[in-house]
Nanobody, 120 residues
């Protein structure tokens, strides 16, 4: 399975960006993760294949929205009201296995990452 993330860039605090992840396969739960400077990788948002279950990290609730278009094998992350602390490399990931979609270790496939920089 190949994952291609795009949409990162430089934005001022309070601005918006939309990340996109294209997958080469179907039937996966998908997640967005990020790793900031000097920090461990953390889950940002995740969504099951059906879209019936969605998870958000507390730090992004109310600001970020994850969605998917299964016809296009694409998952989006709309990021609004961005803060400097959102600066990180963002990764999309996919998992076939069942389980907690917020669990980083459960993801079997990872994209290359896209850099998001939020200036103050």
């Amino acid at each position: 399975v190949q994952l291609q993330a795009s949409g990162g860039g430089l934005v001022q605090a309070g601005g918006s960006l939309r990340l996109s992840c294209a997958a080469s396969g179907r039937g996966f739960a998908m997640g967005w993760f990020r790793q900031g400077p000097g920090k461990e990788r953390e889950v940002v948002a995740a969504i099951t294949w059906s879209g019936g279950s969605i998870y958000y990290a507390d730090s992004v609730k109310g600001r970020f929205t994850i969605s998917r278009d299964n016809a296009k094998n694409t998952v989006l992350l709309q990021m609004n009201s961005l803060k400097p602390e959102d600066t990180a490399v963002y990764y999309c990931a996919a998992r076939r296995s069942s389980g907690n979609i917020a669990y980083t270790g459960g993801y079997e496939y990872w994209g290359q990452g896209t850099l998001v920089t939020v200036s103050s």
